[in-house]
C-alpha cells in the first residue's frame, strides 16, 4: 500500500537528526511492502483533506521556530480537519511546542500554535538536557518503554484532562516536575524524546505506521509483521541504561 | 586570594609533573586547574607576562589543525606558548601559560564556549573565529547563543587587537563587518562547491532577516558565497584567499593564496577542501600578527597533520588511517574526502557518548554517510553508541549482515586488522573520546608515542 507522510517545515525544522524518524517509518513500511512518500509541507503548500496519512514536524531552534510559526499555523485548521478525518501525526521537540496552543519565549513574545495538542508551553530558565526513559501504555495492556534525549528550555504545561505520552522513569519530561512527559490525543503523538526516537523505540515506528494504514484503508489499525530488531533492541537498551544514571540532572 | 606568582607557578609545575609520574595522562590541564583555584587572576598576569602577546583561535572544526599549521609557520621566528593535545579550556591555557618559561608569544586553540572567558582575561592581540557549526548541543545549547556571545566577545576586545574571520560564515562576516579593520578570509572556487546546500547546514536563513540565503557557491555546510535576496546582506570583501584549488584524494591538497601583499602557491601535504580552509584561516591569523608571506607558505608547506585528525600510523605490516568525526559538518568533509580518495571497502566507526564527544549522539543521523555505501563491504561499529552506529547505517539501506557490533575498541581494532590484508590500510572514523582511547591501544603496543609527548 501506498501511504503518504507530511513532513513540516524540513528545511527549518531538522535540528535533532529528524531525518532518522523519516529513514526509519520509510525503511520499516518498506520491508513490509508498503511504499512510503514523504512529502514536504512548507508555506506554500496546502493540506488537502485526505491527503496525508501522518504527519511529522521535528524540532527547531528558537530562531527557526520564529521564523516558520506563523505559516505553520495557518496551517492549523487543514491539519485539525486531516487529524479529524484520523490521519496520524507524531511531533518532536520543537514540533511538539508549536502543536500546541502556544510557545512563550524567554522574552515573553508569544507564538502561535496549531493547537492538535491540549497544551501550552513557556520558555524557563534552564534547559533540560539529558538521556529519558518513560513507560507509556498507548494501547491498553500493552506497557512499552521510550528512551531517547531531551533538550528543551521550554516547561509544557497539559491542560486538564489531557493525556501524556508516557511517566518518567527517568529524565525531565514535560516541565521537571510533574513526572509525565509528551502528549497523546488519539493518533497525534507530541514528545520532546529525540535521539532520533524511532530508531532506538522501532515499536512506536509500527504503532504510527499502523496509525497511518488505518487511515489510509479506513478500518482498523492492522498488525503489522514483525522484524527482527536485535540492533534496536540493543541499541534501547543502552539508551534506558544512560537514563537511568545520569537523565534527570541540571 | 592571590599570592606570589612565582610560588603558584611552581606548585603547578609540581602538579603536572606528579600527574605524569602517576600515569593519569600528560598533565595536560592539571596545573591549570591548580592555578585557577589558586588565583584565578594569576593566569591574567601570565598571559601579560608575553612580550608579544596572545593570539586566540577557535572555531566548531578546525582549530586544532588550524591551530598547529599556525604554529608551523611562527615557529621558527617565535618561541611560542602554545596550548598541546586540545586542552582548550581556560585550565589548559593556564597550564600552557605555567610550562611556558621563556615565551615571546601565546597561541592558544580555545573551547568555543569558553572563548569569551579567556580573552577577556588575556586581552589578546588577534582573535581568529573560524566557523560555527551545530556541534554538541547538549553542552553548547543552541547556535544563536554561542554566535551572540562571539558578537559581544568582538565588541569588548582591546581597540588594537585584531579580529580575523572566515567571510565565508554568515555569523561570522556579520561580526567582522561591524568592527572596521578586521581581517576576512574565505575561499572562491565555484568549481569545488556543492550543488546543493548539505542537510546539515546551519546558518541558512539571513542574520538580519530571516530569508533563506542566495548561494553563488556553497563550499562546506552553510560555508560559501552567499546573499540575501531580500535585505542584500552578502559576504563581505575577502583580504586573504584561497583560490585556483586542487584536491588530490586522500593524498594532499593546493591552492593559490591570496593577500594584499601578494600571492604564493601553496602545496598540502593534508587532503581535503576543510584543510584548505585551515591553512587559509592559519594564514590569516599569521599575516595579522606580521609574519612575511614566504614564511607563511613554508609553514604551510611543511605541516603535516594534527594528532588523530589525519593520521597514519604503522602496525605492524599494515596501516591506521585515523580521521576525527565530531559534528555532521566536519564529518561529512570526512566522509566527502575518503570518497574522493576512493571509499575504503572495509570501515571501522567509534561512536562515544563522554562529554567530550557529546552525550546526544542524535548526530550521527545528519552526518551524509550515504556517499560511502557504494563501495562499503563491511562495517565494524564499536564505541560505547556502537549499537546505536549500526542503526544508522542499516535504515540507510547497508545489509545487516555487512554491520559488525564490536562495542569493545581493543577488540573492534584487532577485528578490523584481522580484516585488513597485508600492507594495506584500515580506515577508523572515531569520535573525540574514542580518537583518545584508540591511540592509547596503538601507543600501549608500541606503535606510537604517548599524546602528551608528540601531539600538536
Known sequence: MRLVVGHLFPDYLNIYADRGNIAVLTQRAAWRGHELEVRPLGADDRVRPGEHDLFYVGGGQDREQELIAPALAALGPALNEAVERGAAALAVCGGYQLFGHFYRDQSGDELPGV???????????????????????????????????ENHAGRTVLEEGAEPLGRVVAGFGNDGESGYEGCR??????????????????????????????????????????????LEGEAHAVSADRARSRGGRY | MRGPLALEIGLARVAAGLSRLAGTGGGTTLPGKLL??????AVDRLAARLPRGSALVSATNGKTTTCAMAVEILEPSVRLAHNRAGANLVSGVATALVEARDAELGL???????????????????????NLFRDQLDRYGELELLAGRWRQLARDLPPEAVLVANGDDPQLGEIAMERPGSVVFGLDDPRHASPTLQHAADSKWCVRCGTPYDYAAAYIGHLGDYRCPACGHARPALDVVGREIELNGLESASFELLTPEGSRRVELGVPGLYNVYNAVAAAALARALGTPLDSIQAGLQGFSAAFGRFERIAIGDRQLLTLLIKNPAGANEVVRTLVAGGAPSLLLVALNDEIAD????????????????????????????????????????????AIEVVPSLEAALDRGLELTPPAGELT???TYTAMLALRDLVA???FVKPYWEEAA
Open chain 1, 115 to 149: 493547537g492538535l495538542l491540549p497544551l501550552y508551553t513557556v520558555a524557563g530558565e534552564r534547559r533540560m538536557i539529558g538521556d529519558v526513559l518513560l513507560e507509556c501504555e498507548l494501547e491498553p495492556g500493552e506497557p512499552r518503554t521510550l528512551a531517547g534525549f
Open chain 1, 185 to 230: 490525543s488519539g493518533r497525534v503523538l507530541g514528545t520532546y524524546l529525540h535521539g532520533p526516537l524511532l530508531p532506538r523505540n522501532p515499536w512506536l515506528a509500527d504503532w504510527l505506521l499502523a496509525q497511518a494504514l488505518a487511515h489510509r484503508t479506513g478500518g482498523e489499525p492492522p498488525e503489522l509483521e514483525p522484524l527482527p530488531d536485535e
Open chain 2, 36 to 41: 585557577w583555584k589558586l588565583d584565578p587572576s
Open chain 2, 108 to 130: 592558544f586553540e580555545v573551547d568555543e564556549a569558553a572563548l569569551p572567558e579567556v580573552a577577556s582575561r588575556l586581552s589578546p592581540r588577534a582573535v581568529l573565529l573560524g
Open chain 2, 358 to 401: 557529546g552525550r546526544d549522539v542524535s548526530w550521527i543521523w545528519d552526518v551524509d554517510f550515504e556517499p560511502l555505501l557504494g563501495r562499503l563491504e563491511r562495517l565494524i561499529a564499536t564505541g560505547e553508541r556502537a549499537a546505536e552506529l549500526a542503526l544508522r547505517f542499516k535504515y540507510a539501506g547497508l545489509p545487516e549482515n
Open chain 2, 428 to 430: 577508523a572514523l572515531p
Open chain 2, 444 to 446: 600501549r603496543r608500541g
